[in-house]
Structures are given as C-alpha cells and as structure tokens.
C-alpha cells in the first residue's frame, strides 16, 4: 500500500475508486475548487435561459 505523509495527514490508495495515494492527495487539495453539482446545474440553466433570451433578440 502507497503512503503519503504531508503536512495535512496520511493519504493512501484508495482501492475502490483505484486512485492512487498522490491522486487522493491531489483530489484532497483542489476539493474546495470543484464546483457542487447544484454550482454546475445552476450555471447550465443560466447559461440556456440566456441563450433563449439571445435567440429570441431580447438581449444581444
């Protein structure tokens, strides 16, 4: 088993997803970067009701 000891834990690998120590280390470190799904759902409405109004000529 990989091990990684950094300054915020232990990572190892984590057999069911079949990432690796580093990867479930650099997945820990960009966590708060990803958007939420909700985040992403909410922007792809946006972006259709805004295509929508754009099609229809109430915006440019």
């Known amino acids: 088993m990989e091990k990684i ?3 915020n834990g232990v ?3 984590n057999f069911e997803t079949g990432q690796t120590a580093l990867e479930v280390y650099e ?3 960009l966590r708060d ?3 939420s ?5 909410d922007a792809e409405l946006e972006i259709m ?4 109004l754009a099609d229809v000529g109430v915006i440019q």
């Open 5 to 7: 000891n950094t300054e």
């Open 11 to 13: 990572f190892t690998n």
């Open 27 to 29: 997945e820990w470190l």
């Open 33 to 35: 970067l990803k958007p």
């Open 37 to 41: 799904p909700k985040e992403i759902a």
């Open 49 to 52: 009701f805004l295509t929508l």
